[in-house]
């Protein structure tokens, strides 16, 4: 039986970095394209999830056994607060068509991708699998948090109601090549890249937005991929599954603009605008399911300065191409 996985959100960082690992990785490893499989990769130019009849004819075209389902609304913190209900209803739309038509299409896996801002703002650290519900979201992203946090309910309403075996995966800070550098809606770490760039281009000041002080955990869209097609293969339990970096793996937003200074030689002057928003200030999550799970793979983090190195590599070579938003 051929097994036909299709990703939503396909052209994006995550989907991007799916591609790349099921491409380069030897056939048949652990990581790599196994006999018998096909991956369809699709982004919002295909079909505009939101809209019901595009995405059954979507499912009808591809006829898929597995979905890693990747696509949403997504951006950072600035335009989170900014367009509440579009990520609400966006997400909400996007997420129940696509789990709709996997369930129509007796789909035999679903993995639906989530983020650590479901989490509830006040909640005991390290964030786990069993915090999601018990508290209101942060503020900042409650349209977006509101709407992933549905898709855990769904997933669990789908496995009562109808045994399907659908689940969903809570990574961390996702960075990579393919990410959005559009300075309007970029999450932090692409942003700060983008920033520093144009201030060594245009011979200006780097400013980094907010204090710098807050704490985040960053994983590497090649290792979260790797995580992914292990997820979609090995791990057939309805609640959600953290992958992430250890806790002891967060870094402070200051010392990434420093790390993003080196990585692209830049010598000029360089500050914080401390009137902008912090959001919050640290949420860290354990990992420690993930790593009693993967520890016979031979899995291995990609240390954060050699990720970013690759990821500006990326950048520089494929700015005309990137999502850079306007002419700067």
Known sequence: MSVRVLVTGGTGLVGQGIKYVIDTEPAN????????EEW???????ADLRNAEQTKKLF??????????????????????????????????????????????????????LSTCVYPDKV????????????LPHESNFGYAHAKRLVDIQNRAYKDQYGDNFTSAIPTNVFGPHDNYDLESAHVL???????????????????????????QFIYSRDLAKLFIWQLRNYDDVE?????????????????????????????????????????????????KLLGLIKDTGFKFTPFDQ????????????????RTGKPQ
């Open 29 to 36: 490893s652990p990581f790599g394209k196994q006999d018998g």
């Open 40 to 46: 369809f990769f699709v982004g919002s130019s295909e």
């Open 60 to 113: 009808e075209k591809y006829k898929p056994t597995h979905v890693i389902h990747l696509g949403a609304l997504v951006g950072g913190l600035f335009i989170n607060m900014k367009r509440k209900l579009d990520f609400l209803r966006d997400n909400m739309l996007i997420n129940d068509n696509v789990l709709h038509n996997a369930h129509e299409f007796k789909c035999k896996k679903v993995i639906s991708c």
């Open 124 to 135: 005991e650290y390290p964030l786990d699998e069993t915090k999601i519900h018990l508290g």
């Open 190 to 216: 692409p942003a700060l890249v983008h920033r520093c760039y144009l201030a060594k281009k245009n011979n200006t000041p780097f400013v980094v937005w907010g204090s710098g002080k807050p704490l985040r």
């Open 240 to 288: 959600p599954l953290i992958l992430s970096v250890g806790e002891d793996e967060e870094v402070s937003i200051k010392e990434v603009a420093d790390a993003v200074v080196k990585a692209l030689g830049f010598k000029g002057e360089y500050k914080f605008d401390t009137s902008k928003a912090d959001g919050q200030f640290r949420k860290p999550a354990s990992n420690k």
């Open 307 to 322: 990720a970013l190195q690759e990821s500006v590599e990326w950048f520089l070579q494929n700015y005309e191409k990137a």
